[in-house]
């Protein structure tokens, strides 16, 4: 019986008490409302304000904790939960910085962190300070509760992500890869989808599309606007704008394409589940992404390569013929796409000699393989999502925008973007990520710190052999 003690002991230790969530809930509402508050708006960001605050509640608690900062006034945080050893670590992501806001368009002030209706009101209340307290909580729990670890649990909040990597995911994976190297990365990029008040499915961001910048630059003659010219370059650049905006790229699938609108097919309406299903039918497919181009631009958009011609600049004054003229080009590449090969097309489909094709240096993401399905994370995220929301479908997905994942998986680094449950028609309404309004239920909040404390104890926590 003495000898069955230690392993006793030990397994107590595993089935350790939850967490008082009625507590939690206070303390996560205190420190998520805190992080809303403050204007780190990106530029210029002031993300150490943000890093203060979080040190300053992780040492608290006896956390580790150092900050590296390129600029002035951007640190990203690093602290880390030492395990055995006995796996490579988990990393869990989340940036400080939010995108600019209009603050004459806010019913509520954007830094005020306003609580109305069950709802919370903020810039950052879904992109991405929700995520930040999350893990913050999940490192205070682990620490409070002397949660056995076989992976160091690691979090990095980070600076920068909205629109300058270099002081944030760049500049730590570059100078400072040591204090972040990871198995496993959890961050942004994912949500549950919420219908008419009711959970629906929850999506896990498992791949993302790369973006690219392409210039067209076209040259002719200037002249007099009284004598139209044939070899005008604002009419050329037109057409070829007006070709490139007609080109669909085919369609690729991957395996996180595929098993997305299979699933997704599942959970839809059944006129919207045989047109998920038609794609699979070389009879039936061309009509559905026709359909999808038309009404579901985003489910296009991760189908294929897809190319936004976004500005257009030439001339100076309405009666002279200007001799240049330009258009930029947003290029949003499935993560093995040939970019010479493509390039190719897009001057195919230009076909002037006048207007050359220039790859702006602009790309703020490496390319990157998507994340496997297979490894042991997903799974694990799904089972932990039905235990929040029983029965519920967990759907792997491609964003069309990019994360600063990227940079983790062009390290060989399994990245999962999760997030919290959000309604369906909040988009529509205008009050989603980078709109005129953001908001999160505080339900969804608390719901997710629950889950982020589950699946960081099923990733990390020790085993019993």
């Known amino acids: 019986m003495l000898r069955a003690l230690p392993l006793l002991l030990f397994s107590l230790s595993l089935t350790a008490a939850e967490p008082d969530w009625a507590q939690v809930e206070q303390e996560t509402l205190r420190h998520f409302q805190a ?22 509640v992780l040492e608290a608690e006896g956390i580790p904790v150092k900050l590296f900062t390129l600029e002035p006034n951007r640190a990203n945080l690093v602290a880390r939960l030492k395990g055995s050893g006995k796996k490579r670590p988990l990393l869990l992501m989340a940036h400080t910085d939010v995108v600019r806001v209009l603050a004459a368009l806010w019913t509520h002030p954007p830094f005020s962190a306003t609580r ?11 992109d991405d300070k929700d995520n930040l307290a999350a893990v913050l909580m999940t490192m205070l729990l682990l620490k409070r509760h002397n949660v056995p670890l076989d992976r160091d649990v690691i979090f990095l909040g980070e600076a920068g992500e909205e629109a300058s990597t270099q002081v944030g995911i760049e500049f730590m994976v570059r100078e400072h890869w040591s204090e972040i190297e990871a198995e496993i990365c959890l961050a942004e990029g994912g949500a549950g989808i919420r219908r008419k008040g009711k959970p629906a499915y929850v999506t896990v961001q498992t791949a993302e599309k790369i973006p690219y910048a392409f210039k067209l630059a076209a040259k002719g003659p200037a002249g007099h606007g009284s004598r139209p010219l044939k070899s005008n370059s604002i009419a050329r650049l037109s057409q070829a704008v007006a070709r490139i905006a007609q080109y669909q790229a085919p369609m690729r699938m991957n395996d996180t394409t595929r098993y997305y609108f299979e699933r997704l097919a599942t959970v839809s309406a059944p006129e919207d589940a045989a047109r998920y299903n038609a794609l699979y039918h070389p ?6 992404q026709q359909y999808l181009a038309d ?26 013929i200007p001799s ?7 290029v949003r590449a499935l993560p093995d796409e040939n970019m010479d090969a493509f390039r ?11 207007i050359e094709v220039l790859k702006e240096d602009r790309n703020t993401r490496p390319a ?15 089972a932990a999502w039905k235990r929040v929301y029983p029965g519920i479908t967990t759907i792997p997905s491609m964003s069309t925008g990019a ?3 990227a940079y983790l998986r062009a390290k060989g680094v399994q990245c999962y973007g999760i997030g919290p449950m959000i309604d369906e028609e909040d988009g529509p309404l205008g009050y989603g990520a980078h709109s005129d309004q953001e908001r999160i239920l505080e339900k969804s909040l608390h719901e997710f710190v629950r889950f982020k404390w589950d699946i960081v104890k099923t990733l990390a926590g020790a085993s019993a052999n």
Not at 117 to 126: E, L
Not at 300 to 316: A, K, Q, V, Y
Not at 344 to 354: F, S
Not at 368 to 382: K, M, V
């Open 35 to 56: 992080l809303l508050r403050m204007d780190t708006q990106n530029p210029p960001g002031n993300e150490s304000q943000a890093a203060e605050y979080l040190k300053k």
């Open 116 to 126: 109305d209706s069950g709802y919370i009101y903020g810039r950052g209340a879904v």
């Open 283 to 288: 009879e039936k497919s061309a009509e559905v």
């Open 295 to 320: 009404y579901e631009p985003g489910h296009n958009s991760m189908l294929r390569t897809s190319i936004s011609p976004n500005m257009i600049r030439g001339g100076f004054q309405v009666n002279v």
């Open 324 to 330: 240049s003229s330009e258009a930029t080009l947003d």
């Open 344 to 354: 190719a097309t897009i001057e195919k489909l230009v076909n002037d000699p006048q």
């Open 368 to 382: 990157a393989p998507p994340s496997r399905l297979d490894h042991e994370a997903f799974p694990a995220i799904e």
């Open 403 to 405: 994360t600063d994942m």
